[in-house]
């Protein structure tokens, strides 16, 4: 155990040292869209205009807490400014589309379109009327250079990032990480001729065409070309770990147990943790969670007894579990996959933290908002750090009337992303410190 907790020290100083270097990368605009339309930096606010933006939804992924949804043609503005602007570039966002196909709609558009669309300048993000990404630029001359990727996933989170080199003319657009599309014959020149705003959930030079439909999360700026590693990063951890370089990791509960309530049958709590080998299409990390799907099969979920007409009015006693983490961890989300018919799926759990054990003491109770979609991972921020080494869930409610059943209430697998707490021995840090200056003496070689 502890040449394990060693190495992960080691690569823990790596990656720190990586992500200082990483964050030399500019950033000029972040907008984390959990709370309002402000940008992390202080620099480039943007304001709520032409509808309703609702803040404060489940988040896109690792690190980036809640995000907006935009119902209603509601979009977000921020004043033009050469900062958001740059003539080398890279925007990342997460993005869930609740509507694909039949028109153009933009999660992020900085475009310019001057003297009768003689002269086109600035960048665009289309889920486009074929349900296809692309991403547009303008050059000043009276075209749209499009670069094409792969089909928009309607109701799924979708990591989307696009960079501009001007040293060697490329324009690259990135899938969930994946370089989708890139050209050198592409140019580019920045939104400045007519000034015009930058627009998140929508798009047109004056933003009230083109409106998004569905959520986004985690929109940022840089002005310089992001490596594919970099982006790749960003979309694994976020973009405040990515700058930070903290290195969280997803958390696997040694052990679950039924408190109160009840489960059905092969539909028993231990299936909420062995996922790995029973449910889950790959073993989860933080670079590929957003990705993992559940098979929501009978055996690999757990259920409570049913009790009629729903659980809960029907009498259904509330359920309760514990898990044991194994060891201190400070936790920053939930990670949850609801189980597979619509009524029973778990809606909202209230989580208490315990760091004297599965028997100790709760506390920090902090409400979770499942959305029902099945299948696939639901990133739940805690809105904190947490320190815990176990963690205790009461089943609040259900989906009960959208769609089929209520008469249980179930899920299908669960994880926790955070930091293992560790104080490390004396010879611990010696071995560290000299790991360290290796990297460091080694980087100051390579400059």
Known sequence: MKRIQLIALVVACMSMLIGIGQSQAALVAHYDLGVDASDTTGNH???????SVNFGQVGGGIGTGLSADFPNNGHIDVPHSPAINPTDFTVTLWARPTAVGGTHRSPITSRDEANGAANRFGYIVYNNPAGDWQFWTGSGVASWPILSGPAVANNNWTHVAISYDSATNTKSLYIDGALAASDDTQAYAPNGLQMEDLHIGSGADGGNQFYWAGQIDDVAIFDTTLSAGAIQRIKAVGVNNFLSGATPEIVTPTSVRLDAGSEFSTFVVDNLIDGDSNGLSAVPTVDNVTEVLHANSGTTMWTTDAFFPNYYS??????????????????????????????????????????????????????????QQTSVSHILSLGQTVRAD???????????????????????????VGNLVNIPEPATVGLLGVAGLALLRRRRRAA
Do not use: C
């Open 45 to 51: 606010n943007g304001a709520v205009v032409g509808g």
């Open 314 to 371: 029907g009498g259904g006693p509330v359920p309760v579990m514990t898990f044991d983490l194994g060891d201190k961890f400070d936790l920053t989300e939930v990670v949850a996959w609801n189980y597979s018919i619509p009524g029973n799926a778990a809606r909202q759990i209230t989580a208490e933290f315990s760091t004297t054990g599965i028997d100790g003491v709760f506390g920090n109770p902090i409400i979770l908002e499942v959305p």
């Open 390 to 416: 176990a963690v205790r869930f009461t089943f609040d409610t259900n989906w009960v009337g959208f769609g089929a059943g209520g008469d249980r209430v179930g899920l299908a697998e669960v994880r926790f």
